[in-house]
């Protein structure tokens, strides 16, 4: 049984809910490529897992909608180390970062006005560019 996994407070996906499987990895490694299967497969089903509210998961569906696959699971591969080993605990961190920042909620923006002086500076600039652009006009082009 997979330990479970720590997201942040208050969300922790338990080690059943998540799905780790090994294959053959390509790339540089010699035989060891051909003989030992050290390509991870993590995955994880957003929709049925009883780490996330429903708000949260609401959240994570929202934001990892173009991640997921229609039956609302979250496919990560690892292959960038030759251990299988640390793939699986490469995959575990990828996806607790991935579920980590779906779960942020941006601070609410708080409308500004430009102030008077950018206003300013804003119309001046628009004058420049228009005599820059006055100048290079032919004479008598005015029409």
């Not at 609410?108 to 008077?116: F, Q, V």
């Amino acid at each position: 049984m997979e330990e479970s996994l720590y997201v942040r407070e208050g969300v922790v996906i338990p080690g059943h809910e998540l799905g780790i499987t090994a294959s053959r990895s390509g790339g540089p490694g010699g035989q060891n490529v051909n003989k030992v299967a050290s390509r991870v497969t993590l995955r994880w089903n957003v929709r049925t897992t009883a780490a996330l509210d429903d708000e949260q998961r609401r959240r994570v569906l929202e934001r990892l909608a173009s991640r997921l696959t229609t039956g609302g699971e979250l496919v990560l591969h690892a292959d960038e180390h030759r251990s299988q080993h640390l793939n699986r605990d490469s995959a575990r961190a990828r996806l607790a970062a991935l579920v980590r920042e779906a779960l942020e909620v941006a601070p609410p923006r708080i409308p500004t006005r430009p102030s008077r002086a950018a206003k300013r500076r804003r119309l001046a600039t628009k004058k420049l560019r228009s005599k820059v652009k006055q100048a290079r006009r032919a004479p008598g082009a005015d029409d």
